[in-house]
């Protein structure tokens, strides 16, 4: 008995109830579903995780913005910034002063930093002589305004009424008018858009005489008196009684260039019309004395002669002007330096386009005095 007793104390713990050893006995492991739920569970718990990270640092982020623009703004509206010194350049004429009143008077509401375009624009809104505003900032308190105007060029007659107009056919207003504005009729209503004092003119009946006097050189402001259409198209007629035939609108530089160096030579002192409708080739005639088929061509232009000293100031003059900085509109337009008007090549003439090519000159005889030679030579 001892030894069955010992027997059973010596095995019992290596075998179960049953007899059985522990290490057989079956362990217990969790499902497949069930593993596969615990990782979904976690992989969402991380994702959560990462989400919170991701939107505190959205919200950092968007914290750090709004401060920064709130400090923008209001470091842009304050006088740090603010401006002082105004600039205008551009301006012109009797309406110069209060142009740069508005401008200078909109500017300092204004800063550096936040330079409205628009409401200077609407500063000089009433001044209809202003085209454009171009606006350039100096920080941290300077503001240069350009100011690109539209002068008038001709005092344009309406149903009666005058106003000023533009070379581009733009209505002034008669606040512009002045005494040395060339006078230019509109002949009737239907060439102007809207209304006298405001508005706009079509039609190359006047915008034709318009592109002519935008053309003319600063110093001959006041030396036009009138432009009109004529047998030989567009026709200047300057206060001195002289005419000048240009034809159509085309190349206006070139033949106030060619109406320069004609008045220049001392062979065209005394004529009372110089016709420029061919710049390479122009004439003068219609002298003192003279009698010629072109001396008069309609009832409506001067006849008196030119004074030989008034056109050699109208000479001096253009010629001044043309050579500041005014090109002709074309290379062929221009004589080679040091030439007179009758060293301009004849045949340049028959090159020039549509315009009829003006008459050679005759003989002394008959009143007319051509700067250039004739085709034949």
Do not use: C
């Not at 405001?198 to 030396?223: C, I, Q, W, Y």
């Not at 320069?260 to 003068?284: C, F, H, M, N, T």
């Not at 004074?307 to 005014?326: C, I, M, Q, R, Y």
């Amino acid at each position: 008995m001892d030894r069955s007793l010992a027997g059973r104390i010596a095995i019992g713990p290596q075998f179960g109830r049953r007899g059985a050893r522990r290490s057989d006995l079956p362990r217990w492991r969790p499902s497949r579903p069930l593993s596969a739920v615990s990782g979904l569970v976690g992989a969402a718990w991380a994702l959560v995780l990462a989400h919170r990270r991701m939107r505190i640092a959205l919200l950092g982020a968007v914290i750090a913005l709004a401060l920064l623009a709130g400090g923008w703004l209001g470091l842009r509206n304050s006088s740090l910034v603010a401006v002082q010194q105004v600039h205008v350049s551009g301006v012109h004429g009797s309406q110069a002063g209060a142009i740069e009143a508005a401008l200078a008077g909109a500017a300092r509401r204004m800063s550096t930093l936040d330079v409205n375009s628009g409401a200077l624009r609407a500063a000089v809104a009433p001044y209809r002589v202003v085209r454009e505003v171009h606006t350039s900032a100096s920080f941290p308190h300077g503001l240069h305004i350009d100011v690109v105007e539209q002068l008038p060029v001709a005092a344009l007659t309406i149903s009666g009424e005058r106003t000023a107009v533009a070379a581009d056919g733009v209505i002034l207003g008669p606040g512009l008018l002045s005494s040395s504005l060339p006078t230019l009729s509109a002949g009737s209503e239907r060439s102007v858009i809207g209304l006298p004092t405001k508005g706009v003119v079509h039609g190359e009946s006047l915008l034709g005489p318009l592109t002519v006097l935008g053309a003319a050189p600063a110093r001959m402001d006041n030396e036009v008196a009138r432009v009109f259409n004529g047998p030989k198209g567009v026709t200047v007629a300057m206060r001195n009684g002289l005419v000048v035939y240009f034809g159509d609108a085309t190349r206006p530089h070139a033949k106030w260039l060619a109406l320069a160096r004609v008045l220049a030579d001392p062979s065209s002192a005394g004529a009372s019309y110089i016709d420029v409708r061919v710049p390479e080739r122009p004439a003068a005639g219609g002298f003192t004395g003279a009698t010629g088929p072109e001396q008069s061509t309609t009832a409506a232009e001067p006849s008196s002669a030119s004074d030989p000293n008034t056109a050699a100031e109208l000479a001096a003059g253009l010629t001044a002007a043309l050579g500041s900085g005014v090109s002709p509109d074309s290379p062929s337009s221009t004589p080679p330096a040091g030439a007179t008007p009758a060293e301009a090549a004849p045949g340049a003439a028959q090159n020039s386009g549509p315009a009829a090519p003006v008459e050679a000159a005759a003989a002394p005889a008959s009143g007319e005095a051509s700067t250039a030679p004739s085709p034949g030579g």
